[in-house]
């Protein structure tokens, strides 16, 4: 099946930072999407982006299809961004998450 | 409904006892998948259903894990003679077709004791 591989697995930010999470990918894709799974763990839908780049506020995306890599940048980061961050992939009917990546905040 | 629901939130079944979980997604997708994840870890796929096709069981761990979802609606995971390794928060979502943004709900955390 499709791996995938998240980097890095912890990352500790101080508020206000920027930061970039990978995502590598095995194989060729239908899909891509990143996940934030807050402390309660409620899995919030942050982009769909099987290619080219996508923003939303602080957060946007980029992914390269042909080079199966995906990444998300947090911009000024806040408290509220704690929690862990998914990547999930889809080839036909098969969506795979990577381990994903713990980020902390601290104030 | 405005998005996917699960229930219970939360069971605590007795080792050997049968739990049945619910899912109902958003109104009109046609794709719904279960998801557990255990204290600590990423998502482990256990099955996925796409309209009326036929499912795809592969995820699932063993014999005593099954889904149906009746009426291309509401789903349920039934696990029976439940073992402590099944605990884990179990994780339904829905999405319009196969393929497009997913949407989960809230989970349930299902505690074996």
Known sequence: ?107 | GAGVSQSPSNKVTEKGKDVELRCDPISGHTALYWYRQSLGQGLEFLIYFQGNSAPDKSGLPSDRFSAERTGGSVSTLTIQRTQQEDSAVYLCASSLFQGRGYTFGSGTRLTVV
């Open chain 1, 1 to 107: 099946g499709i791996q995938v591989e998240q980097s890095p697995p912890d990352l500790i930010l101080q508020e206000g930072a920027n930061s970039t999470l990978r995502c590598n990918f095995s194989d060729s894709v239908n899909n891509l999407q990143w996940f934030h799974q807050n402390p309660w763990g409620q899995l919030i839908n942050l982009f769909y982006i099987p290619s080219g780049t996508k923003q939303n506020g602080r957060l946007s995306a980029t992914t390269v299809a042909t080079e199966r890599y995906s990444l998300l940048y947090i911009s000024s980061s806040q408290t509220t961004d704690s929690g862990v961050y998914f990547c999930a992939v889809m080839l036909n009917n098969d969506m795979r998450f990577g381990a994903g990546t713990r980020l902390t905040v601290k104030p």
